[in-house]
T-cell receptor, first 115, second 111 residues
Framework: NAGVTQTPKFQVLKTGQSMTLQCAQDMNHNSMYWYRQDPGMGLRLIYYSASEGTTDKGEVPNGYNVSRLNKREFSLRLESAAPSQTSVYFC??????????????FGSGTQLSVL | RKEVEQDPGPFNVPEGATVAFNCTYSNSASQSFFWYRQDCRKEPKLLMSVYSSGNEDGRFTAQLNRASQYISLLIRDSKLSDSATYLCVVNNLNQGGKLIFGQGTELSVKP
């Protein structure tokens, strides 16, 4: 019962460093998402992928890139990390295609600190 | 004004108490409504969907008031294990069906 697996769980970066957050789901879901969660704010959508081969910007895409490698995997890349990107990142998937969805399954999150 | 607003709490209640959370949303085009639960430092998980007629799942009751644009969650006979943050989530069709998350309401149930 793996569900949605994301790595790493914790990461500390220096300003300007790059890194990739990995996400994989084993539920054969069409849609995958990357969110960030900051204190006092709701989860905010960074990017999403409605199906294999497609990606679209969400609410806060600046400073990020994504790749839908195949149906299972959706990675998030920070090319040049900034302190404002310190956050908890969640990957999620859903059976529905696109944004219209009812049930999201989330990974366990990545705590990222940028110094 | 935030699209989805919740009282952040914390709500501190004794075991066995009944507690209610409200959530307001600003976009009248919103179509679907949900409550998610998030334990400390964990991922959010769907608790229940909210239907126009209201719905109940054990000790949990969700209500929707479209005219006033608010959603409520009632928890009866609170358990220690109910301690968590409860996220109000709204599906906004004007934004392609994107889910909008409230900032969450923290509940702490004490012995």
């Amino acid at each position: 019962n793996a569900g949605v697996t994301q790595t790493p769980k914790f990461q500390v970066l220096k300003t300007g460093q790059s890194m990739t957050l990995q996400c994989a789901q084993d539920m054969n879901h069409n849609s995958m998402y990357w969110y960030r969660q900051d204190p006092g704010m709701g989860l905010r959508l960074i990017y999403y992928s409605a199906s294999e081969g497609t990606t679209d910007k969400g609410e806060v895409p600046n400073g990020y890139n994504v790749s839908r490698l195949n149906k299972r995997e959706f990675s998030l890349r920070l090319e040049s990390a900034a302190p404002s990107q310190t956050s908890v990142y969640f990957c999620a998937s859903s059976e529905a295609q696109g944004l219209t969805n009812e049930k999201l399954f989330f990974g366990s999150g990545t705590q990222l600190s940028v110094l | 004004r935030k699209e989805v607003e919740q009282d952040p709490g914390p709500f501190n209640v004794p075991e066995g108490a009944t507690v209610a959370f409200n959530c307001t949303y600003s976009n009248s085009a919103s179509q679907s409504f949900f409550w998610y639960r998030q334990d400390c430092r964990k991922e959010p998980k769907l608790l229940m969907s909210v239907y126009s007629s209201g719905n109940e799942d054990g000790r949990f009751t969700a209500q929707l008031n479209r005219a006033s644009q608010y959603i409520s969650l009632l928890i009866r006979d609170s358990k220690l294990s109910d301690s968590a943050t409860y996220l109000c989530v709204v599906n906004n069709l004007n934004q392609g069906g994107k889910l909008i998350f409230g900032q969450g309401t923290e509940l702490s149930v004490k012995p």
